[in-house]
């Protein structure tokens, strides 16, 4: 077939073939990495999200501590009814607040759990 290259048809229409399959092939694993991609990406996102909601007892005094006298109250207790709830074990010294020795020495995690009292 040495005039069918002249008229516009390929030379080996084989290779043709192979390139469209390779062609569909190449976009089947970009789509496949993208998707992992942004899989990875959402994960990584709700995990940071799931670690900066709670970084520890100390966390919660820092963001219950309204009127920043180092101590939870009673008062600044009621944004948080977990804590509310512990409220009573948690203060040791029954003087109506809670330091962070005493929220440390329970080990209170900040969803609602004395893990060691």
Aim: overall charge negative.
């Amino acid at each position: 077939m040495p005039g069918a290259s002249a008229v516009g048809w390929p030379s080996n229409p084989v290779s043709s073939i192979d390139n469209a399959n390779t062609e569909d092939v190449m976009k089947r694993i970009e789509k496949l990495f993208l998707l992992l991609f942004t899989a990875a990406v959402i994960q990584t996102i709700v995990v940071a999200n799931a670690n900066a909601e709670n970084k520890g007892p100390l966390d919660i005094i820092s963001k219950l501590d309204v009127d920043q006298d180092g101590f939870i109250s009673i008062k600044e207790a009621i944004s948080d009814t977990e804590l509310l709830r512990q409220f009573g074990k948690l203060d040791v010294n029954e003087d109506g607040k809670l330091s962070d020795r005493e929220i440390l020495a329970s080990q209170f995690n900040g969803r609602g759990k004395i893990l060691q009292s």
